[in-house]
């Protein structure tokens, strides 16, 4: 089986994401890109997670172009290619419809951090609504997270994460959520209280100098 490592990180993290509630049923979608050749493994299209195995995920080039599986790519392929041709840093890249941050997604204004951990993945933008699988919202996605975002909503549709690796760009999905989860329900006790910037810039700096606790 070609690219056999990253078909088999792609399907484990397809599946802790099934597992943590991050995705239901067939939405959402994972890719990760090879470290020396110019190929991405990302899930296929309308295939249950449940039942899929490592041969049953895309390859796909940087442009998007299905080079190898047995199932069609992804239709939000142009969203992870776009990000990864951008960011050369980023390796992988996720995409879910989980509940809250799809509910959040509906406002216009970012998600903040709330607590220490969640700092490392702010500012959260909201990208405005496009068509999804389009170029359109694939731009848009590039442009909210520019040089150094973890994170964006899409509105009415989801969220968009990536990291250096596929540990990282999970971190930052789960993290996401949470921030989500604790502003929706901080609001509707009326306790909302995000981090201070200075307090946010400050845990980022530790983050960066890899000397957060």
């Known amino acids: 089986m070609k690219y056999e490592r990253i078909r088999k990180i792609v399907l484990d993290a397809i599946l802790d994401a099934v597992g943590q509630g991050l995705i239901k049923g067939t939405s959402g979608n994972i890719a990760l890109r ?82 220490p951990p969640q700092c490392e993945f702010v500012p959260v933008r909201v990208v405005p609504f496009t068509m999804p699988g389009s170029d359109d919202v694939a731009d848009k996605v590039v442009e909210a997270l520019g040089e150094e975002g973890r994170a964006c909503l899409i509105k009415n549709h989801g969220m968009f994460c990536c990291g250096k690796d596929m540990k990282a760009a999970m971190s930052a999905t789960v993290y996401t959520e949470e921030m989500a989860v604790t502003e929706y329900h901080a609001r509707l006790l009326g306790t909302y209280e995000p981090m201070p910037q200075e307090a946010v810039d400050a845990m980022q700096a530790l983050i960066k100098a890899d000397q957060a606790v």
């Not at 940087?62 to 190898?68: A, C, I, P, Y």
């Open 34 to 115: 090879d470290d020396e050749d110019d190929v991405v493994a990302i899930t296929p299209s309308g295939i249950a997670y449940s039942t899929m195995t490592a041969e049953d995920i895309a390859i796909v080039d940087m442009n998007g172009k299905w080079l190898d599986g047995p199932y069609k790519p992804s239709s939000e392929v142009p969203m992870h290619t776009a990000v990864m041709r951008a960011r050369p840093d980023v390796k992988a890249t996720v995409h879910t419809h989980a509940m809250f941050a799809t509910i959040m997604a509906m406002g216009d204004g970012e998600i903040k951090a709330t607590t």
